[in-house]
């Protein structure tokens, strides 16, 4: 089966969030089943771009409206990542250094959209699927559908991964001269709430539908940011499938970002050495339990209950407890989680902004991971946690109510059902009891550690996805 996947991000060439991880890993596995795969993502002007040898495979021109715009589709030549990598050049709009927050994104996704779609037309063979992910790629299915140029491709399936539903890529009518020409008869296809809304056209035309946790397509139903009522009517064609965590590059056994590496025989000795690597790092007692959030610091992560949940967890169990932040996002919130810095000296630190390899060595080298979303459509933070012997302290939603299990329900985290500072205290002090019950403590992180949230599963959920549709023919 030739399988396209077409996204704005992949890990490690363009990351901002979980996406990138999952486009970064599912087709590696798909790959390895045996099946063609091929991962499409604008070309940003990254650090992966700049290091590594491409190959121009195709070239043309974009035109939105009356703007033209030359484009490249070039290929890295020698699969490194497990698949076939493509990135479509489009010099006067992605040769930036960020993934998004320009004023011109839609023209950027638009632009992108398009040029992959003459490319896959120009080929000699047509793919069997086009996996979408997200808004950025939501008019594709549309475009497959209705646009004249891709008549080549009308009957070729297509399905849409939704990986954030807040998210919806909308746009004003006065743009719509910028997609290809199309019967106006569909032009009702594309309006959502007197606008054009990427998302939700994407969910109408692709053939299925999937979300990235069981639950969070049950969470959609009532609540997606207006899309409640397209969400039940496309249920048919929709199905949960819970994200995968690479388990080649998240394995605490040969993970060459730990100052030590362990396995599930060893882990009490080897988190220990990580903690103490860590503690030294950011000033704190690695006899203490720790307690880490990695993250965007944004409202739907939970991010703004950190700074009194933090301040209030640290008074109520004075010098017992250290709190690590790593994330950067909504910038009221940074400052006042630094504004605490000097109160909590030796207990607490931040780290505002991202590191990969710090990351690691916080799955390793804490005791507890926080998050305490509000939304999580899968959440893969837990599962690295859990890989890393790390129990997940999580607020019961999306793919984490997935996932985590309540340590008293023999489980393998923390769990509260409400976003509130109370709950995160709550939850803080249900650990501390639990970090000095060793025992107890250890048979709950063997049972995480033990947890098979592999790809491999995940995988071959996909397949049986894309031969439902592929029957549809």
Known sequence: ????????????????????????????????AGHLVRVVIP????????????????????????????????????????????????????????????????????????????????????????????????????????????????????????????????????????LPPFDLAHVNVLEWDKCVNSLAVGIKCAWAVTTVSPNYLNEINYSANGLESLFNLVRYKSRGILNGIDIEVWDPAKDAMLEKNYSIKNFEKGKQENKEKLCSLFNLDPTKPLFSFIGRLLEEKGGDLLPHASALALSENYAAINILILGSGNPTIENQLNSLLDDYKGNYNTFIGY??????????????????????????????????????????????????????????????????VGDVCYSIQRAVDLYYDKKHLNKIRKIGMSTDHSWERVCQEYIEMYNLIIKKK
């Open 43 to 178: 070309c940003y002007d990254s650090k992966f771009r700049n290091e590594n040898e491409f190959e121009c495979v195709h070239w043309g021109h974009v035109k939105l409206g009356s703007f033209n715009f030359p484009f490249n589709v070039l290929k890295e030549k020698t699969d490194k990542l497990g698949f076939e990598l493509y990135l479509v050049e489009i010099p006067e709009l992605f040769d930036r250094k960020e993934v998004y927050g320009y004023q011109d994104d839609i023209e950027r996704f638009l632009s992108f959209q398009i040029a992959t779609l003459d490319w896959i037309i120009g080929r000699a063979d047509i793919p069997d699927v086009i996996n979408c992910h997200d808004h950025h790629t939501g008019l594709i299915p549309f475009m497959m559908l209705y646009c004249d140029k891709y008549q080549k491709i009308r009957d070729s399936p297509s399905m849409i991964t939704i990986h954030n539903g807040l998210y919806q890529g909308q746009f004003g009518f006065d743009k719509l001269h910028y």
């Open 355 to 420: 590191n990969e390899e710090l990351a690691h060595l916080i799955y390793a080298g804490s005791d507890f991971l926080l998050m305490p979303s509000r939304v999580e459509p899968c959440g893969l933070n837990q599962m690295y946690s859990l890989r890393y012997g790390t129990i997940p302290i999580v607020r019961r939603t999306g793919g984490l109510k997935d996932t985590v299990i309540d340590f008293g329900d023999d489980g393998n985290g923390i769990c509260h059902d409400q976003a509130t």
């Open 1 to 32: 089966m030739e399988i396209f996947h077409i996204s704005a991000e992949c890990y490690p060439v363009a990351k901002v969030g979980g996406l990138a991880d999952v486009v970064g890993a599912l087709p590696k596995y798909q790959n390895n």
